[in-house]
């Protein structure tokens, strides 16, 4: 099939034949990550621009490896030396952005809809690398791609996300690519960290983290918002966090011995992630980064319709 979407906004534009298209084009560039000359020349003479609004290791360097490996003019914008420090908008930088034409921008930003402000407002293809606590499209799919890659098939695989659910945009895409796919998911948080609607699908919501760990094929691990949680703390402290949620080698032992952890990063050691656990065989987590060149390779290849 051909991938018709100019932009990568989230995974609930995109159907399963889309996102399965994008899981095969990103196994068959996986391969050339591992060659000893790592460049390919489908994007030679596009130009790529990653704005980036908040702080990102994993995102943006792979955003920008993904892009130099297709041949694309990588570019990388620092909001802290830009002009929206200044007090210019997102919407006026991007303009003054698309003067020099560039065929797609990869943008993260703290508030929720900017990468759809963006695609309606310019002529490039625009990818969303994480908005607000809104959608995360590739962190979704290069966890999905990992899943695939470890157990072959995402149909009635059991995923279980345990943590900050209520500030993680991760999870929202997750649910809705793993649904789309045929996965069961499963939802693990304290009260406090779970949103009081949850408006995504029809998803089972527990408390109880050592009772539904046998269960899961899959347990993806996340981090405490800490920047985005406002007013009064929704925990005790991180001690008694970690001794109520973290995955320890203990809880480790309840699940299933083929389980896999994966958990989408950075990682707080000693808080979700037990040290031991976190540098385990059952650890997908550097799996999960070397993953994602090669799905944001195939995001980008698509979005700009080459083929």
Same mark, same amino acid.
């Given at each position: 099939m051909e991938f018709n979407q100019k932009h990568i906004l989230g995974l609930y534009h995109l159907n399963t034949e889309e996102i399965t298209l994008l899981l095969d084009t990103?196994?068959?560039? #996986? *391969?050339?990550?591992?060659r000893s000359v790592k460049k390919v020349p489908p994007l030679k003479g596009r130009t790529q621009i990653n704005m980036f609004f908040e702080n990102s290791t994993r995102t943006r360097t792979s955003f920008e490896v993904a892009g130099k490996r297709l041949s694309a003019d990588t570019i990388n914008f620092s909001s802290s030396?830009?002009?929206?420090? #200044? *007090?210019?908008?997102?919407l006026d930088t991007a303009k003054n952005i698309m003067a020099m034409h560039p065929d797609v921008i990869v943008l993260r930003h703290g508030v929720s809809g900017s990468p759809k402000l963006l695609a309606e407002n310019i002529d490039a293809s625009v990818i969303n690398a994480g908005d607000g606590a809104?959608?995360?499209p590739s962190q979704a799919l290069l966890d999905m791609f990992t899943i695939r890659e470890h157990i072959g098939d995402l149909k009635d695989v059991n995923v279980l996300i345990v943590g900050d659910v209520a500030h993680s945009r991760v999870v929202r895409s997750n649910i809705i690519g793993l649904n789309k796919m045929g996965a069961n998911v499963r939802l693990c948080a304290p009260r406090?960290?779970?949103p009081r609607h949850f408006h995504i699908d029809d998803v089972p919501i527990s408390a109880d983290l050592?009772?539904?760990l046998p269960w899961a094929d899959v347990v993806m691990m996340l981090r405490i918002q800490m920047e985005r949680q406002h007013g009064p703390s929704l925990f005790p402290n991180v001690t008694e966090y970690s001794r109520l949620w973290g995955l320890n080698k203990r809880r480790l032992e309840l699940m299933r011995p083929d389980a896999m952890v994966l958990h989408p990063g950075p990682v707080n050691r000693g808080v979700e992630l037990a040290p031991d656990v976190a540098d385990s065989s059952r650890s997908f987590i550097l799996r999960q980064v070397e993953?994602?060149?090669a799905v944001?390779?195939?995001?980008?290849?698509?979005?700009?319709?080459?083929g």
């Open positions: 990103a196994r068959e560039f #996986k *391969g050339i990550n591992t030396s830009s002009s929206t420090s #200044k *007090g210019e908008t997102l809104h959608e995360h406090t960290m779970m050592e009772e539904n993953n994602g060149v944001r390779m195939s995001m980008l290849f698509h979005v700009l319709h080459v």
